[in-house]
């Protein structure tokens, strides 16, 4: 039987390359985000080049009762098992002190990056401690381990990602149920784009000097924690790139 990944913000960045990866080793997927067109257009090339079972979902994370609809339309015919969820949904809003900042930015990232976080696995457990097996990847960051200049309230929804992912293992260890924090540190996606309202410069530079991670190799070791023996658990991963230490501390010299 076909293993069931269920990947959120799966439209671009690390959630798009993981779902590539999983579909390119005969998983079935659960993809979710919000722009259906690329949710669309990522079902049909998995369908087309692996013959992937796909199953998209265009919601709000932050929207509880959308993401409760979304996941009762889930065709538990074809998608038995839901074996593992990666909680990738997420974003930075701006850049910038505390003492200005900006309440809708905060609000946007505390209610994606923690309570979307949440929504997701409320619903999804309770189909995972009825089978009596899976496994929930949460990506949080580096920026979930320390924090960096200017970063304060994103660094703190990745903290508080850190907090649920070490509640979470233990409440959940009576199931069988493993979860794993992902910490990437800096990768070239749409993330600085968005955090930066679409500057693309600004986006741009913040890769300046260095060669960050890509989607694919973060997806790596998304897949790497995913596939190892039952008994096996990872609990925490941190990667970075070569010239990145931690949250603050990268030399930024191209390599
Ligand atoms: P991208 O911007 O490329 O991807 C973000 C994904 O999240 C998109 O698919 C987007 O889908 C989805 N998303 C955002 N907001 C919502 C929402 N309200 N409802 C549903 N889906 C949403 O960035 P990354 O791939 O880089 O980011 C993925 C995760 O990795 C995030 O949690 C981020 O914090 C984390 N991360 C990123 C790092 C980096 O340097 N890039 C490093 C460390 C962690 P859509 O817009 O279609 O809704
Ligand atoms: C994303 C990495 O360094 O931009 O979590 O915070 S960083």
């Given at each position: 039987?076909?293993?069931?990944?269920?990947?959120?913000?799966?439209?671009?960045?690390?959630?798009?390359?993981?779902?590539?990866?999983?579909?390119?080793?005969?998983?079935?997927?659960?993809?979710?985000?919000?722009?259906?067109?690329?949710?669309?257009?990522?079902?049909?090339?998995?369908?087309?080049?692996?013959?992937?079972?796909?199953?998209?979902?265009?919601?709000?994370?932050?929207?509880?009762?959308?993401?409760?609809?979304?996941?009762?339309?889930?065709?538990?015919?074809?998608?038995?098992?839901?074996?593992?969820?990666?909680?990738?949904?997420?974003?930075?809003?701006?850049?910038?002190?505390?003492?200005?900042?900006?309440?809708?930015?905060?609000?946007?990232?505390?209610?994606?990056?923690?309570?979307?976080?949440?929504?997701?696995?409320?619903?999804?457990?309770?189909?995972?401690?009825?089978?009596?097996?899976?496994?929930?990847?949460?990506?949080?960051?580096?920026?979930?381990?320390?924090?960096?200049?200017?970063?304060?309230?994103?660094?703190?929804?990745?903290?508080?990602?850190?907090?649920?992912?070490?509640?979470?293992?233990?409440?959940?260890?009576?199931?069988?149920?493993?979860?794993?924090?992902?910490?990437?540190?800096a990768?070239e996606?749409?993330?600085?784009?968005?955090?930066?309202?679409?500057?693309?410069?600004?986006?741009?530079?913040?890769y300046d000097g260095f060669t960050p991670l890509t989607?694919?190799d973060?997806?790596?070791?998304?897949?790497?924690?995913?596939?190892?023996?039952?008994?096996?658990?990872?609990?925490?991963?941190?990667?970075?790139c070569l010239t990145q230490?931690?949250?603050?501390?990268n030399?930024k010299k191209t390599v």
């Amino acid at each position: 039987m076909q293993r069931t990944v269920l990947i959120t913000g799966a439209t671009s960045g690390i959630g798009k390359s993981t779902a590539i990866l999983f579909a390119s080793n005969g998983f079935q997927l659960i993809l979710t985000g919000r722009r259906s067109e690329r949710l669309a257009e990522l079902k049909t090339e998995l369908e087309k080049t692996y013959q992937s079972i796909v199953q998209t979902l265009c919601f709000d994370i932050t929207d509880l009762s959308a993401v409760q609809k979304a996941f009762a339309s889930i065709d538990t015919k074809k998608f038995t098992t839901i074996d593992i969820l990666v909680n990738n949904a997420g974003l930075a809003a701006g850049f910038g002190s505390i003492d200005n900042g900006n309440y809708d930015d905060w609000n946007v990232m505390i209610d994606t990056n923690v309570k979307g976080l949440l929504h997701a696995s409320r619903e999804i457990i309770p189909f995972m401690k009825t089978q009596g097996f899976g496994h929930i990847v949460n990506i949080s960051s580096t920026a979930g381990k320390d924090v960096y200049v200017n970063g304060n309230v994103y660094c703190a929804t990745k903290h508080a990602v850190d907090a649920l992912t070490k509640s979470m293992r233990i409440d959940l260890l009576p199931y069988g149920i493993k979860v794993t924090s992902v910490n990437p540190g800096a990768c070239e996606t749409e993330f600085s784009l968005v955090r930066f309202k679409g500057d693309e410069q600004k986006a741009k530079a913040v890769y300046d000097g260095f060669t960050p991670l890509t989607p694919e190799d973060v997806a790596a070791s998304i897949y790497y924690v995913c596939t190892l023996p039952k008994h096996v658990c990872i609990n925490d991963l941190t990667i970075t790139c070569l010239t990145q230490a931690n949250a603050h501390y990268n030399i930024k010299k191209t390599v």
